[in-house]
């Protein structure tokens, strides 16, 4: 059974930082890439960042370039989010998420989320 569980979101004042896990099982986590999404209310989902199996290709949104890094341990099968210098505009839930396709066959995880209010 696949299962993705975030971690580390919170209350933070702006200019602060957190840092977002997902632990994951389940599945070869080391077989695959990893994203990060965020929804916050109102709105639609969106992409944050991507990471490849290998953690040595990351993409990043327009609006997270500079301040937020995805990394992952293989040996731990998790993946991370370091948040710095977070806004007002970054309070989402963050979902960690990863898919694939097999035989054909469509394949999408995502966990349960994590709040990140940034207010002062």
């Known amino acids: 059974q696949v299962q993705l569980v975030e971690s580390g979101g919170g209350l933070v004042q702006p200019g602060g930082s957190l840092r977002l896990s997902c632990a994951t099982s389940?599945?070869?986590?080391?077989?695959?890439?990893m994203n990060w999404y965020r929804q916050a209310p109102g709105k639609s989902r969106e992409l944050g960042a991507y990471?490849?199996?290998?953690?040595?290709?990351?993409n990043y949104a327009d609006s997270v370039r500079g301040r937020f890094t995805i990394s992952r341990d293989n040996a731990k099968n998790t993946v991370y989010l370091q948040m710095n210098s977070l806004k007002p505009e970054d309070t989402a839930m963050y979902y960690c998420?990863?898919?694939?396709?097999?035989?054909?066959?469509?394949?999408?995880?995502w966990g349960q989320g994590t709040q990140v209010t940034v207010s002062s």
């Open positions: 389940g599945f070869t986590f080391s077989n695959y890439a």
């Open positions: 998420d990863t898919r694939w396709t097999t035989l054909g066959r469509n394949y999408h995880y």
């Open positions: 990471i490849s199996v290998g953690g040595g290709i990351s």
